[in-house]
């Protein structure tokens, strides 16, 4: 057993750590225990989950204390497709009402209230821009007759002129750099990026919403239920034009307007506004969003060895599949490829990429390959695998699971792949055509063989349903 003891003491009080006793799944715990100290006058707001009782709790004229307490906690045992460790992790909440941090000091008990102090003592002094970036502005969007064009003009002016540095140092971990500086500079982190975006925005008379969010592949929302600032990592903008509500990541040179990614997508926000919090949903990719569709001609030659063309088309989540490719020299681009398609002894003679960068942008990979030695020769046969490039690992069955099944994402993935056999060839054992439909999983699976080309189908859905 290993046995630790630590003492934490805040000259502050508006973030307070959350208590986690058990700080993987695979570490089991033989005791673990939590006591919060604060004056007697201090009034908290405090939420645990999934903790047994209540603490014990005492107070005097000096100081009121409570103690959590687990015991024999055993390790977890690892289950694919799980939920967020937060969806079922013992823990405990704190947060105060009134508070001081950095000489600001504010008071909230909700949502509503929290980003109304983060708008009013944070933002809103933050927004002033030089006369001269102003008139930049107003000439640059006064042909455009949406706001949404007006809007698209300024994201491409703000990605053009900005890159991202992180700064999480004292209140600059919660308030932004002011956006004359960050139009100054040319630079900010993701609070001063979006700030300096929201500011030109307002040039033009565009509404938008300054939001906090948990981001991340796997989707984090804020909890509803409690307001406090220890939740939310990153920053993101928001504009609910009328009919049209659209959202902007200002980190990023490269993302499409518009378009969040699997980094923020589908999970609740803080919206921080002048008239206060208001929790929003970002937008949801769904499994007809998340496409990969690919289609192929190869020419297998008498001894085994492919060669051919490709072409792959992503969007949605599966849209950056080839981002860190795109931009790379093309001695770089076959090394990085290499490794994703991961199939002994490929080479490429040609890669191209072409993107449509809208907001369920689309991403599309064109490559002439050769793999020698892919189907095998065995006494004058060749034994071909048809399902050349996208393999999934099978998932592991579970017995007597505990934790329910929880799916990311949804996708479609499409093969087409044309075989073009060598001259005199004949062919038998050809897998059955297969065909599945369930209330979350399309599956179908087809080989066909016609003269001396041989043609290989198959398309997977899986739909998010949350319910099962």
Known sequence: SIVYEYEIRYKQNLIIKDWQPQPDDDISVEKSSY??????????????????????????????????????????????????????????????????????????????ELGKWVYDDLLKTRKALSAQ???????????????????R????????????????????????????????????????????MQSLLDVAGIESYYCVVEAGDK?????????????GNHIIL?????????WLECTSQKIPFGFLSTFTDDRIV??????????????????????????????????????????????????????????????EQKKLLADVY???????????????????????ETIGLKIPNYATLNNNKLFLKVNLFNIQ???????NRTKPVYINRGFTDEDTIIYNLPDETTTNQLPESDKKIKSIFHFSNKLSVFLLHCLWSRAVQLIINHNY
């Open 35 to 112: 006591t919060f100290i604060s004056k007697p006058a201090d009034e908290l707001r405090i939420k645990t989950q999934n903790y047994q009782g209540n603490p014990e709790e005492t107070i005097n004229d000096k100081q009121k204390v409570w103690v959590w307490k687990v015991m024999n906690m055993p390790a977890i045992k690892p289950e694919p497709y799980s939920p967020d460790r937060q969806a079922y992790q013992t823990s405990v909440k704190i947060a105060a009402a009134n508070f001081t941090y950095y000489n600001h000091n504010g008071s909230y008990k909700d949502w509503q």
């Open 238 to 246: 928001c504009m609910p034009l009328k009919g049209d509500t659209t």
């Open 342 to 364: 991961d199939i002994d002894n490929i080479s490429f003679n040609e890669i191209n990429y072409s993107q449509k960068k809208q907001e369920n942008p689309e991403s599309t």
């Open 393 to 399: 690992r099978n998932t592991s069955e579970v017995k």
């Open 270 to 331: 803080l919206a921080c506004t002048k008239d206060g919090g208001k929790l929003l949903k970002t937008p949801k990719l769904t499994a007809a969003d998340n496409r990969q569709i690919r289609k192929a001609e190869l020419t297998i030659t008498p001894n085994g060895d492919v060669t051919g063309k490709t072409q792959t088309l992503y969007s949605g989540s599966q849209y950056d599949s080839n981002e860190e490719i795109i931009d790379k020299p093309l001695s």
């Open 219 to 231: 989707k984090v929302s804020l909890d509803a239920d409690f307001a406090d600032m220890s939740q």
């Open 133 to 151: 970036t102003v008139n930049t502005i107003t000439e640059l969007v006064k042909d455009e007759k949406t706001d949404k064009d007006k809007a």
């Open 153 to 196: 003009k300024i994201y491409e002016f703000m990605q053009n002129k900005t890159r991202y540095i992180s700064v999480q140092i004292g209140i600059g971990g919660f308030q932004p750099v002011g956006a004359e500086e960050v139009d100054r500079l040319g630079y900010g982190d993701c609070k001063a990026l979006v700030n300096y």
